[in-house]
C-alpha cells in the first residue's frame, strides 16, 4: 500500500454536509500513529544514549565550530519539503498582515521571554543555575521545529516562513541584549540573584544560517525551479507527496539524536528533568493558549491563529544549548536545562498538533483562511489514490 503524504499530517478531508468525522478518523494510518513514532525515536535516543559506550561523546564530537552536524543534517532534512511547498509569491498576503506581524512580535520577544523569567523564578528560585538555563530557553525563539509543527497542524506555511524569518532577525540582534536584560539588570531591579550571558551576534547569526537560511534557500529555489520546468500543477501535486516524508523521517532522527547525546545526562538526574519540565510544561501551555486567544481576538483565521500559536509557543532548543554550553559548559545545570527543553517540547507540541485539528472545525473562519477541506494538491493526491 503505498504512502504519499502532502505534509507528514495531511489536511483532513471535508466530511460530507452534517456530519463531523473525528480527526484520527481522517487521517491516514502513519499519520495516526504519528505521536508513537516520535514517543519510539526518543525512547531509542534515551536507551542508544544509555546503552551504547561512548556513543554520546561520539555523536557530540561531530561537530564543526561548535555546531552539531548530525543534529544540523536532521534539522535541514526535516525543514526542506515544508519549505519547498511554500508558496513564495504569496508572501505579501502575510507580510500586509500588520496584526499578524504585530502579535506574533509582542508574543515571542515580550510575552515569552517575561513568562518564562517568571516561572524559572517561581519554579527554581533555589537552583540558579537551572533558572538560568531557562531563562535561556526563553529568550531563544524558534526558527526551526516550529515549521513542523505548524505544517502538522495545517498552519499557514507562507505566514509561517515569514514569522520564523522575522524571529531570526530579532534573534540576531536582540538575543545578547535580552539576556544582559532578563539576567542581569531585572534581577537587580528586583532584589534577585544576577547572572551573565557571554554569546556574540556572530553564533546567533550562524545559528541562524544553518537551520533556517540553508533550507530556506533550497526550498525556495527547488519551489521556483520545480514550477518553471514542470508548471504549479505539476510541482505540487506530483513531486511535493515524494520529498512530503522526508520531513517526519528528518523529524525522527532528529529527536534520536538529540536525546542519545544526552540520554546517560537525563536518566542521571531524574528529578532534577522533572523540576525543570513542570515550568516547561505550563510555559509550552500557556504561550499556545495565548496565541490562540489573541488569534481569535483580532478575527483571523484557524490557518493563521494557528500559525501564530505554534511560532509563540516553539523554542530555538539548538541556539539555547550552544549557549549554555558555550558560556557555562557542556556539565552545567544551564546545559541540562536546555537540553530539558526538547524533550518537554516534542511530545507537548505534537499533542497541541492534535488539540489544532480537533479545533479546526470549530473555529470560526475569516478572510485570510477559507473553509477547512483538503488543500489543491491534497485533492489531487486523493483523486490519485482512488
Known amino acids: 500500500m503505498s504512502h504519499?503524504?502532502?505534509?507528514?499530517?495531511?489536511?483532513?478531508?471535508a466530511p460530507p454536509a452534517g456530519a463531523e468525522a473525528p480527526v484520527a478518523a481522517r487521517l491516514s494510518t502513519l499519520d495516526r500513529w504519528l505521536p508513537l513514532w516520535?514517543?519510539?525515536?526518543?525512547?531509542?535516543?534515551?536507551?542508544?544514549?544509555?546503552?551504547?559506550p561512548g556513543l554520546g561523546e561520539a555523536l557530540a564530537a561531530v561537530e564543526v565550530d561548535g555546531v552539531s552536524l548530525p543534529?544540523?543534517?536532521?534539522?535541514?532534512?526535516?525543514?526542506?519539503p515544508v519549505l519547498a511547498k511554500v508558496r513564495y509569491d504569496r508572501l505579501d498576503t502575510v507580510t500586509g498582515d500588520r496584526r499578524l506581524l504585530v502579535a506574533?512580535?509582542?508574543?515571542?520577544?515580550?510575552?515569552?521571554?517575561?513568562?518564562m523569567?517568571?516561572?524559572?523564578?517561581?519554579?527554581?528560585?533555589?537552583l540558579p543555575?537551572?533558572?538560568?538555563?531557562?531563562?535561556?530557553?526563553?529568550?531563544?525563539?524558534?526558527?526551526?521545529?516550529?515549521?513542523?509543527?505548524?505544517?502538522?497542524?495545517?498552519?499557514?506555511?507562507?505566514?509561517?516562513?515569514v514569522l520564523v524569518a522575522l524571529n531570526s532577525i530579532f534573534q540576531v540582534i536582540a538575543f545578547a541584549a535580552l539576556g544582559w536584560f532578563y539576567l542581569s539588570v531585572l534581577p537587580g531591579w528586583l532584589g534577585l540573584a544576577q547572572a551573565g550571558l557571554d554569546v556574540s551576534p556572530w553564533d546567533i547569526a550562524r545559528s541562524v544560517l544553518i537551520f533556517l537560511g540553508i533550507p530556506l534557500l533550497a526550498g525556495f529555489l527547488t519551489r521556483v525551479l520545480g514550477e518553471r520546468r514542470w508548471g504549479r500543477p505539476a510541482y505540487e501535486g506530483s513531486f511535493l507527496p515524494k520529498i512530503g516524508p522526508w520531513a517526519l523521517y528528518g523529524l525522527l532522527f532528529t529527536i534520536v539524536v538529540l536525546f542519545a547525546l544526552q540520554g546517560e545526562q537525563i536518566a542521571a538526574r531524574p528529578w532534577d528533568v522533572a523540576r525543570i519540565a513542570l515550568p516547561l510544561l505550563v510555559y509550552f501551555a500557556v504561550m499556545w493558549g495565548l496565541g490562540y486567544g489573541v488569534g481569535r481576538g483580532l478575527g483571523m483565521g484557524y490557518e493563521r491563529t494557528?500559525?501564530?500559536?505554534?511560532?509563540?509557543?516553539?523554542n530555538n532548543f539548538e541556539l539555547a544549548i550552544a549557549v549554555a554550553i558555550a558560556t557555562f559548559g557542556v556539565a552545567s545545570g544551564q546545559a541540562l536545562a536546555g537540553v530539558v527543553g526538547p524533550l518537554i517540547e516534542v511530545p507537548v507540541l505534537v499533542g497541541l498538533v492534535y488539540v489544532s485539528l480537533w479545533l479546526r472545525r470549530r473555529f470560526p473562519?475569516?478572510?485570510?483562511?477559507?473553509?477547512p477541506g483538503p488543500r489543491p494538491a491534497d485533492r489531487t493526491r486523493e483523486e490519485t489514490a482512488r
Open 306 to 314: 494557528t500559525t501564530l500559536a505554534f511560532t509563540a509557543a516553539g
Open 129 to 161: 543555575e537551572y533558572r538560568t538555563g531557562l531563562i535561556i530557553v526563553g529568550l531563544a525563539r524558534c526558527i526551526a521545529m516550529v515549521i513542523i509543527w505548524n505544517d502538522l497542524a495545517c498552519g499557514d506555511r507562507e505566514a509561517a516562513a
Open 104 to 115: 506574533s512580535l509582542v508574543l515571542n520577544w515580550v510575552l515569552g521571554p517575561l513568562l
Open 4 to 13: 504519499a503524504p502532502q505534509s507528514p499530517v495531511s489536511a483532513p478531508a
Open 71 to 80: 543534529i544540523a543534517l536532521g534539522l535541514l532534512v526535516m525543514m526542506y
Open 365 to 371: 473562519h475569516a478572510a485570510d483562511a477559507p473553509v
Open 117 to 126: 523569567f517568571a516561572l524559572a523564578w517561581i519554579f527554581l528560585a533555589d
Open 38 to 52: 516520535i514517543g519510539l525515536a526518543m525512547v531509542a535516543g534515551l536507551l542508544l544514549g544509555r546503552l551504547v
